[in-house]
Every structure is written in structure tokens, then in C-alpha cells.
């Protein structure tokens, strides 16, 4: 049994029953998961979670199905790495990377939205899912769909890098790349799902397929002892994996498991995809769409869905965010894969590039807890590091040849 109330509109407050609806009938606000947080408060504990298995399921009340998880059973519970080498690089004193990059059947946040979204799909009745995708749900979507005996059908923009391309058709779906950036992915996958009868994870069963980010927040209080981090860094493309960290966090306190909560959110987007951040700054509440120009491809959403309520949470916890150029974000990914030996897709440097910022603006606290969430793995997006790493020494296979490397490098 699950303890889902139904679905409610985020802008008017309408009441929905539990289907695979995603749009207010009457001012076309987007739906949201509603839950009985009375019974659930009767039903989790500290206690109770940290006696279950280490998957993203431990916290299933808090999730948007009704019956026993049918998909991704060993998905989440992702390390958080205490990273002291660089923490002394920033200057900081207390800093956790949540490293997304390991723990998960593609390597990606992306699996945790998928195991609750294909789930609730099988609930639904459905043999066919869908997707549009930047790259890391169409993994998700291929992989755990190919698990779960569904019909896949993945749109991607046809630009997408190739490594991303291979890593989605390596599990047969039917892969549709479109003539396009992501916006207009997006748009024409709303006109088929508007037509098939099939399980659109980011459209029709957007509202419970976003509830899985919550995972992601629930993992860092608990591994943090049961308390949140003052300063939490988060890359926004969408928007709904900060919005839905940042709901978690509050899920928790209002059920008792953590006794308070004074997290600051921040977000973080490429300068050349960044119209979250753009408004943010600006003091609006309006996100103007862009057109995406920026290596940070997964994050490349020029018409962000959730931007107006990822800024409503950063304004709420008192947080803030930053924009990173390219360079900066080459330069991140290099930082941490040579201080904690992490090697983050382009989404994790725009993460790490926009804390440094943060941190040397004085807006975040350097005595204080900081998260940094890494979402994805570097081996996605090796095209972005080309021409930007460290030489290779060719040599002879004798003493000699070597040597004579090694003087130069001492030299």
C-alpha cells in the first residue's frame, strides 16, 4: 500500500486522482505528487530505514507508488565522499562530494527517477515508455525498460555526443534522433504522447518520475548522521532535481526525521545554457528562454520546465547560484578527478566551477558543511576533456627511453 493522497496542481491547488496526467485542466499548472504525511509518519523512522537495503527504495513511503518496487531494486545509496583534498584546494573546511558517478546501473542520477517512474508505469498498465532526453535518461530509460520487458522508444537531440548516442543503443531501444536541440525534442515528444498510449517518464508520468530526485536528498541526511548540510550545490537543467532535493529536505523535517533544517540551496547552470540563473539574478520570477551554446549538454534545457519553482526554493532556503563559462567547467572536472580521483560528466564541473565561485564570493560559508552533488559520470563526456588534458609520454621499451622522460619531467 502506498500513501499517495492523488496528485495536486502546483499553481491553483486542484485536486487530481492518481493517473498519468501531468497538466491542471484549469490553468494548466503542472501536477504534483500529494502524500499523507500523517501515516507516514506513523509507518518511518530513522530506525526502521537504516534497517533496510542500501537502495534508493529504503525511503519507498516517501515515494509515489502503491505497491511492492518493481524496477531499479539496486539503484541509490550513492557514497558521500568526504573531500578533504579538495576542500584545502577551496579553502573550505567541511566538504562532501555525492558522487552520482558510481552505484547506478548508467551512471547517472537519471536511474533513480527511472526506477520510480517505470515502476509507477507498470502500475499504470503500461508495455511502452518514452523519453526525451539530453542524453543520461535515454541510458536510464534503455537500460532499466530493457530490465523491465518494455517497449522503449528515446528521443534525443541528433547533436548529442557520440559516446552518448553509443551508450543508449547498446541496450536496442528504439533510438529517434531528432533534428534539434532538447526544447524541441521536448516539444514534439508532447505532441506523441499526446497521440500513443505510452508511458512519457518526463511527460505524462513526469509528476511521479520527479519524485525519485527526492532520493538523492534523503541520502545526504542520512549520511550525514541525520542532519542536513548547511550549503548544498546543485546543477539545474530542468530544475526539478534542486526542487525536489530541496522538498525532500523538508519531507524529512515535517516527518521528525531530521529535528531542523537550515540548508541553503544553490544552484548551478553553463553560461551558455544558464535562463534559471539569468532570472535568479535579475530578481525575476519569469525564466526567458534561451538557446543552448555550452559543452554541458545534459544540463543544455533552454526552456526549463520547473525554473520558476527552482528559483522559489534557492529564495526560500536563502540560497543563491552561478553561471560557469566552458573553460571553467574543463577546469572543474580536471580539479576533482585530480584531487578526489572523481571524473564528473560535464554537469558535475558546472556543479564544482559554480561552488568555487560561490565560495569566493563569500556566499557560501566556508566553516560550515557543504555538498557538492556529482551526478554523473565522466566517461559520458570525454569528447569535452579533448585537447585539454595532460600529455601522454610515448617511449621505447627499454630503461633509457624512460629515463629520458623522466628528466624532462624533473626538469
Request: proline share 5%; glycine share 8%.
Amino acid at each position: 500500500m502506498g500513501y499517495i493522497k492523488g496528485l495536486k496542481c502546483r499553481e491553483c491547488g486542484r485536486e487530481y486522482p492518481i493517473e498519468p496526467i501531468y497538466v491542471c485542466e484549469f490553468c494548466f499548472g503542472p501536477l504534483e505528487v500529494a502524500y499523507d504525511y500523517a501515516e507516514i509518519k506513523k509507518k518511518i523512522s530513522r530506525e526502521v530505514i537504516e534497517k533496510r537495503p542500501l537502495s534508493l527504495w529504503r525511503y519507498r513511503e516517501l515515494l509515489p507508488i502503491d505497491g511492492d518496487p518493481q524496477v531499479g531494486l539496486a539503484s541509490g545509496f550513492s557514497p558521500l565522499v568526504r573531500a578533504n583534498n579538495l576542500a584545502k584546494a577551496l579553502g573550505v573546511k567541511e566538504l562532501y562530494i555525492k558522487d552520482d558517478t558510481v552505484m547506478h546501473p548508467t551512471l547517472s542520477f537519471k536511474d533513480r527517477v527511472v526506477s520510480v517512474a517505470l515502476t509507477k508505469a507498470k502500475e499504470f498498465g503500461f508495455d511502452t515508455v518514452a523519453c526525451a532526453s539530453t542524453g543520461n535518461l535515454a541510458h536510464s530509460v534503455a537500460a532499466l525498460g530493457a530490465r523491465s520487458g518494455l517497449q522503449r522508444f528515446v528521443f534525443i537531440p541528433a547533436t548529442l555526443e557520440q559516446s552518448k548516442i553509443t551508450a543508449s543503443v547498446v541496450y536496442s531501444p528504439n533510438l529517434i534522433a531528432v533534428d534539434g536541440n532538447y526544447d524541441d525534442v521536448n516539444r514534439l515528444c508532447s505532441e506523441i504522447a499526446n497521440k500513443y498510449k505510452w508511458a512519457f517518464v518526463n511527460i505524462n508520468i513526469r509528476p511521479y518520475y520527479a519524485e525519485g530526485s527526492k532520493t538523492l536528498g534523503f541520502e545526504i541526511a542520512e549520511q550525514l548522521g541525520w542532519k542536513a548540510p548547511a550549503s548544498m550545490v546543485i546543477p539545474c537543467a530542468s530544475g526539478s532535481l534542486l526542487t525536489k532535493i530541496w522538498k525532500s529536505l523538508k519531507e524529512f523535517k515535517q516527518i521528525g526525521i531530521l529535528d531542523g533544517l537550515e540548508t541553503k540551496i544553490y544552484g548551478a547552470q553553463a553560461t551558455g545554457c544558464s535562463p534559471i540563473m539569468a532570472a535568479l539574478k535579475s530578481g525575476q520570477d519569469v525564466v526567458r528562454p534561451v538557446k543552448p551554446d555550452t559543452i554541458a549538454k545534459s544540463l543544455a534545457i533552454g526552456n526549463p520546465a520547473d525554473g520558476y519553482y527552482a528559483i522559489s526554493a534557492i529564495r526560500e532556503s536563502g540560497g543563491w547560484g552561478e553561471d560557469v563559462s566552458d573553460p571553467e567547467i574543463i577546469d572543474a572536472i580536471k580539479l576533482l578527478a585530480a584531487t578526489e580521483g572523481i571524473f564528473a560528466e560535464t554537469a558535475g564541473g558546472v556543479t564544482l566551477a559554480a561552488a568555487k565561485k560561490l565560495i569566493e564570493q563569500g556566499r557560501i560559508d566556508r566553516d560550515r558543511s557543504i555538498v557538492i552533488c556529482v551526478t554523473g559520470n565522466g566517461l559520458k563526456t570525454q569528447e569535452a576533456l579533448s585537447g585539454h588534458t595532460p600529455p601522454v609520454h610515448y617511449i621505447k621499451p627499454n630503461l633509457a627511453s624512460f629515463e629520458e622522460v623522466l628528466k624532462g619531467l624533473r626538469r
